[in-house]
């Protein structure tokens, strides 16, 4: 099944993946902070669109790489806690990603790539349709001092899906979030 010329095809393909990632170009990061107060008063579901479209503008519908992080381990912490008693809840009208319990706890809770941006971000911080993996975070938010910080990054061009991925699966790797997975969906 597998021989030389499946394998002489496989590192043709990977150098051609690799090739692509070195073309890639970026737009500039654009952040912005909310409080773990407004996602439980459901600020981001009116404020991510307005932000979005004036630091984006016309690349607010190109594929974008995003984390978000809080500000502390502390914070981290006690986000995994309710996220943790949120998922126990049964029945529950939403689903939640995996909770990566295997990582070390650090500052960031998820990384992904979307082509909707807007509505991504919203099914994160405020809430998601039942069925879509999301942090849901208006549902569940502890009643604590924190914030989430949102770093977007436009991929600019023409940019195949498999590149953006290996983008992803990098940057995933490299920040390992505490909620999500790796991989395409």
Known sequence: MIDENIKRLSRTALYARARAIRSVRFGDPVQRVFTLEDIRRGTPDAALAPWLNERLGDQGNVPMLYSLTVNEVEVATAL????????????REFALPRDNAG?????????????????????????APPQTYALNMHRWCPDIVGAVT????????????????DLEDTLWKTLLPIFGRSGSR
């Open 150 to 165: 949102v770093s977007v990054q436009p991929v600019l061009g023409h940019v195949d899906n498999d590149t953006v991925q």
């Open 103 to 127: 990582h070390p706890i650090g500052t960031t809770l998820y990384v992904g790539r979307s082509q909707n941006i807007r509505s991504r971000l919203r099914q994160h911080l405020w809430q």
């Open 80 to 91: 995994r806690q309710a996220f943790v008693q949120a998922r126990n809840v049964q029945p």
